[in-house]
C-alpha cells in the first residue's frame, strides 16, 4: 500500500493491524518531494495556482476557482520523476532488494 507520512498511517493503534497476516507493505511515498509524490504534486499546483495569491472576498467564489482547476487540469497523470533513471537510484534499490534476498533465505 502505497501511504503519505500522515500520522494516521504510523499510529501505533494500526499497528497491530499490519501485524496481521496476511497484510501487504506500506511504501511511503516520500516525505517532500512533490515530483516523485503524485499527491503533493496536485495539492502543490493547486496552492500555487488558485489559493496563494488569491483576491477572492468570497469563500464560495475561492472554492470555485479550485473545482474549475481541477476540473480543467485534473486529474494528474503521474509522471514519473527522473530521480527513478538515475544510476545512483538504481543500485540504491538493487543493494536493498539483495539485502531483503539474503535476510529471507536465512
Not at 73 to 83: E, F, K, L, T, V
Amino acid at each position: 500500500m502505497v501511504v503519505d507520512h500522515d500520522p494516521i498511517h504510523q499510529a501505533k493503534a494500526v499497528e497491530p493491524w499490519w501485524a496481521k497476516p496476511p497484510r501487504g507493505e506500506r511504501l511511503f511515498l516520500p516525505t517532500d518531494g512533490p515530483r516523485a509524490n503524485p499527491l503533493a504534486r496536485a495539492f502543490g499546483d493547486v496552492h500555487d495556482l488558485c489559493t496563494r495569491n488569491h483576491t477572492r472576498t468570497r469563500w464560495r467564489d475561492l472554492v470555485a476557482d479550485v473545482v474549475e482547476h481541477l476540473h480543467v487540469n485534473g486529474p494528474w497523470r503521474d509522471q514519473r520523476s527522473d530521480i527513478y533513471d538515475d544510476p545512483a537510484v538504481t543500485v540504491a534499490v538493487e543493494s536493498m532488494t539483495m539485502e531483503e534476498t539474503l535476510v529471507a533465505a536465512d
